[in-house]
């Protein structure tokens, strides 16, 4: 009987390169993970929230003013231009309905597409503010002064105008 032994070098076996590439396709694949994780971030939340001790809460005082005030908004859009007409029982002062309004307009899942105007009271009682940029799709909206807000969802381009309620009291 005789002994044959196998003189190759090492490197010449596919199965040592089978086992060496595994750690390494593992090191690449997390760095290209750890590469997306960095380059594309979660957009961060933008809304009335506060953090007291290890709660966090949402505030409702400007959303349950705008329901005690019965407030609601006719939103529309005409030439490039957004136009709020802001309709309520009562009786509204300079600080309820001041001289400008701002209208924010977020989308669900892209953040580059959000978009926030300032309008400006017009001698009629309308808010206008110019849109630079055509939007379509569905948007939240969100129509704000310093002590109310008014929220809604919309599909742009607009059909007909559409009003915004203010949401029932929650606290």
């Given at each position: ?29 997390s ?22 001790g ?54 669900p ?6 978009l ?45 105008p ?6 029932p009291?929650?606290?």
């Amino acid at each position: 009987m005789t002994h044959v032994t196998d003189t190759k070098p090492w490197y010449k076996y596919p199965w040592v390169w089978v086992l060496i590439a595994i750690p390494i396709i593992s090191i690449i694949l997390s760095f290209s993970m750890l590469w997306t994780a960095i380059s594309h971030k979660d957009a961060e939340v933008d809304d009335d929230w506060y953090k007291k001790g290890k709660a966090v809460t949402q505030d409702f005082a400007r959303d349950d003013y705008a329901s005690a005030l019965t407030l609601s908004a006719n939103f529309s859009i005409e030439a490039n231009n957004a136009i709020i007409s802001m309709v309520s029982p009562y009786n509204l002062d300079q600080n309820t309905l001041p001289a400008t309004l701002t209208l924010a307009f977020s989308h669900p899942t892209d953040a580059k597409r959000d978009l926030t105007l300032t309008l400006q009271k017009r001698a009629d009682g309308r808010y206008i503010g110019a849109l630079n940029q055509s939007l379509s799709g569905r948007y939240y909206l969100t129509l704000s002064s310093a002590v109310w807000r008014l929220k809604d969802s919309v599909f742009l381009p607009l059909a007909t105008p559409l009003t915004i309620q203010p949401e029932p009291i929650k606290s």
